[in-house]
T-cell receptor, first 119, second 113 residues
Framework: DSGVTQTPKHLITATGQRVTLRCSPRSGDLSVYWYQQSLDQGLQFLIH???????AKGNILERFSAQQFPDLHSELNLSSLELGDSALYFC??????????????????FGAGSRLTVL | GNSVTQMEGPVTLSEEAFLTINCTYTATGYPSLFWYVQYPGEGLQLLLKATKADDKGSNKGFEATYRKETTSFHLEKGSVQVSDSAVYFC????????????FGTGTSLTVIP
């Protein structure tokens, strides 16, 4: 158990629907990152939050949105789903921001992922 | 910019063979370097890391040395096991790079008995 909790583990839905993926970071971690992993695209960075504020955006579609709440958990909302959105969605957390910290390199700790299947 | 380039897979080796997975990087600042491993059906796990030039990260028999002069961080293991079958990702982070981690495309390794 990495300490990063993602729910649900599996989700099957239809095109056009909306889903919410949830992530609870490891205790003490302030940063949350979302990644999408599909067979043909590899690991794609979506968005990063630090202590409730958006810090960086990657290849996130306009149909997708995310937020980090005061208790530091995060949600990724996917709407108007398309077949191509079927993928594994990973959440990862770290103590602070990327790079070197006073205690050593900031590392990412990943959750087990949420597998989304759009039919 | 910041990016990571990994050797393409898939890689198939016999048990006890020597493993090298090449990784090179470009970075605007002074990066920290990582190898992550993803076992089938699981999330990524940190395998090893290095934070400055000439540092050697090691874990579970795997090693990688931070080579600033060649901007490389190649992963090696002297004798692979079937249980090492997984996808390996090289990654970097730079504190001034928009607070992001940059991952390579991953290299799939299959070890056959």
């Amino acid at each position: 158990d990495s300490g990063v909790t993602q729910t649900p583990k599996h989700l099957i839905t239809a095109t056009g629907q909306r889903v919410t993926l949830r992530c609870s970071p490891r205790s003490g971690d302030l940063s949350v990152y979302w990644y999408q992993q599909s067979l043909d695209q590899g690991l794609q960075f979506l968005i990063h939050y630090y202590n409730g504020e958006e810090r960086a955006k990657g290849n996130i579609l306009e149909r997708f949105s995310a937020q980090q709440f005061p208790d530091l958990h995060s949600e990724l909302n996917l709407s108007s789903l398309e077949l191509g959105d079927s993928a594994l969605y990973f959440c990862a957390s770290s103590v602070g921001l990327a790079g070197y910290s006073s205690s050593g390199a900031n590392v990412l700790t990943f959750g087990a992922g949420s597998r989304l299947t759009v039919l | 910019g910041n990016s990571v380039t990994q050797m393409e897979g898939p890689v198939t080796l016999s048990e006890e063979a020597f493993l090298t997975i090449n990784c090179t990087y470009t970075a605007t600042g002074y990066p920290s370097l990582f190898w992550y491993v993803q076992y089938p059906g699981e999330g990524l796990q940190l395998l090893l890391k290095a934070t400055k030039a000439d540092d050697k990260g090691s874990n579970k028999g795997f090693e990688a040395t931070y080579r600033k002069e060649t901007t490389s961080f190649h992963l090696e293991k002297g004798s692979v096991q079937v249980s090492d079958s997984a996808v390996y990702f090289c990654a970097l982070s730079v504190s001034r790079a928009g607070n992001q981690f940059y991952f390579g495309t991953g290299t799939s390794l299959t070890v056959i008995p």
